[in-house]
């Protein structure tokens, strides 16, 4: 069971650190994936740990400004994001599975077996 937390109403260029927690299982045997979607777009991978947290992939556009990391001990991924924009907006999720899974380049949502419920995060002035 996961949950994503910490999502919420920042301006441009704010900070905000979402938490993924797990209720259940061995936390330490999966890789923590992020995702997100905006209003009408498709779900994309935003960045993704391997399961000791010695291995990270962000997309693209986060990458500078996105920092993934993980606590085993207490059950807990974390996405620190910095200099948020507003194409930034959208619904974060978090997901785990036994690794981090790639489709063409790019996390793949559908690989991933165990989903957490959403968070919001909106970007605007």
């Known amino acids: 069971q996961l949950q994503a937390s910490g999502g919420g109403l920042v301006q441009p260029g704010g900070s905000l650190r979402l938490s993924c927690a797990a209720s259940?299982?061995?936390?330490?045997?999966?890789?923590i994936g992020w995702f997100r979607q905006a209003p009408g777009k498709e779900r994309e991978g935003v960045s993704c740990?391997?399961?000791?947290?010695?291995?990270?992939w962000y997309l693209d556009s986060v990458k500078g400004r996105f920092t993934i990391s993980r606590d085993n001990a207490k059950t807990r991924v974390y996405l620190q994001m910095n200099s948020l924009k507003s194409e930034d907006t959208a619904l974060y999720f978090c997901?785990?599975?036994?690794?981090?899974?790639?489709?063409?380049?790019?996390?793949?949502?559908?690989?991933?077996?165990?989903w957490g419920q959403g968070t919001l995060v909106t970007v605007s002035s």
């Open positions: 997901a785990a599975d036994a690794r981090c899974w790639y489709r063409l380049g790019t996390l793949s949502a559908v690989d991933f077996r165990s």
């Open positions: 259940e299982g061995n936390f330490d045997y999966y890789a």
């Open positions: 740990i391997s399961k000791r947290g010695d291995n990270s």
